[in-house]
């Protein structure tokens, strides 16, 4: 009964909110692997992005709740998603045609474009800020939990009660039927195939007849949609405060790199390394080594190897070292 109760707790606090977390930060990594593998730069406007998509959605879901509509037991925010995605995508199609495409034009170095993203997020950061403010904001309705910690405790007998958020279960729901349609587009369809082909040899799409312009503005528009539901769901299963967002710039950038910058199967793989990693590292193992082990052999200690206001130092390490030693990272995308 003890492993079983170490199982629960090791399920409650590592793997259930790692796996969350990993689904949010690889539809990050996703938008910001595609960006620099067909526009080739890094976007730091990315976490602004996705801080945009999520507040023009919790706007429209206050919205929608003050007309009386919901979701029943989902988050109303879930209905909103759509139309946050289309406001999002006007507004980084509207930046590049304002932006990007001079510096594209007049191929401008890479880095360049990192000092204009540089810009842009400044300008997109004080935008989400006018919106909605500094203020942390919750915004989920509907049904808190699937499993109930208290309901599986008088079900199963055991000590440690299992529980599991209706927001953890959207967003890997959502996140996978997501990756399953950016993956069947990019592999089904021609503007897909043109995406790939852009990506692995400009001049010679080029030559092809590909227009590029089509390949840069459907690349935005795929990139709006997956940072706005990777914020829409972050801001679900912890709450929204703009800040947050740009903090998150680097665990996205690390999962990009650690999968492979350019590769989107490398992005997916490396948001859950990054996550997991987090996880591991900044969680308080006493509770479940108490379980497992005999009571005169669990120490005194927290078994905490870093306190959780640091887990941003566990996506920098790995940054680093993946970039010292493999900067091809895992699935061999694009060295930086």
């Not at 067909?38 to 945009?52: D, Q, V, Y």
């Not at 919790?58 to 759509?82: D, H, R, S």
């Not at 594209?104 to 403010?133: D, H, K």
């Not at 992005?267 to 080594?289: D, N, R």
């Amino acid at each position: 009964m003890d492993l079983l109760n170490a199982l629960v707790a090791f399920l409650n606090f590592v793997f259930i909110p790692a796996a969350a977390y990993g689904a949010q930060l690889a539809l990050g990594a996703l938008g910001a692997t595609l960006i620099y593998g067909i526009l080739r730069f890094s976007n730091f406007a990315h976490g602004e992005t996705m801080a945009f998509g999520t507040a023009v959605t919790i706007l429209l879901t206050f919205g929608l709740q003050a007309m009386g509509l919901t979701f029943g037991p989902l988050p109303t925010a879930l209905l909103a998603l759509p139309m946050g995605i289309a406001l999002t995508s006007l507004l980084v199609l509207g930046t590049d045609r304002v932006v990007y495409r001079f510096y594209r034009e007049a191929r401008a170095a890479p880095v360049i474009l990192v000092v204009v993203s540089m810009g842009v997020m400044f300008i997109m950061s004080a935008l989400t800020r006018f919106l909605v403010g500094v203020e942390d904001i919750q915004f989920t309705d509907g049904a808190r939990f699937v499993i109930n910690a208290r309901d599986f405790r008088e079900w199963s007998g055991l000590e440690e009660g299992l529980a599991l958020r209706t927001t953890q279960l959207i967003t890997l729901v959502v996140a996978g039927l997501a990756v399953a349609a950016l993956f069947w587009f990019l592999n089904r369809t021609r503007t897909g195939k043109s995406m790939r082909a852009f990506s692995d040899n400009e001049d010679l799409a080029l030559l092809s007849g590909i227009n590029p312009n089509r390949v840069v503005a459907v690349t935005w528009i795929i990139v709006a949609a997956l940072a706005t539901t990777a914020g829409v769901l972050y801001g679900l299963d912890k709450s929204f405060k703009a800040f947050t967002y740009f903090q998150l710039l680097l665990p996205i950038f690390a999962a990009a790199v650690v999968g492979g910058l350019g590769n989107p199967l490398g992005a997916i793989a490396g948001g859950f390394v990054i996550a997991f990693s987090e996880v591991v590292v900044t969680y308080a193992w006493k509770q479940v080594v108490a379980y497992a082990l005999p009571g005169e052999w669990v120490p005194a200690s927290l078994l905490q190897l870093m306190s959780t206001e640091y887990k941003f130092a566990v996506s920098f390490a790995i940054l680093i070292l993946v970039l010292l030693f493999k900067p091809t990272g895992l699935f061999k995308g694009q060295s930086v």
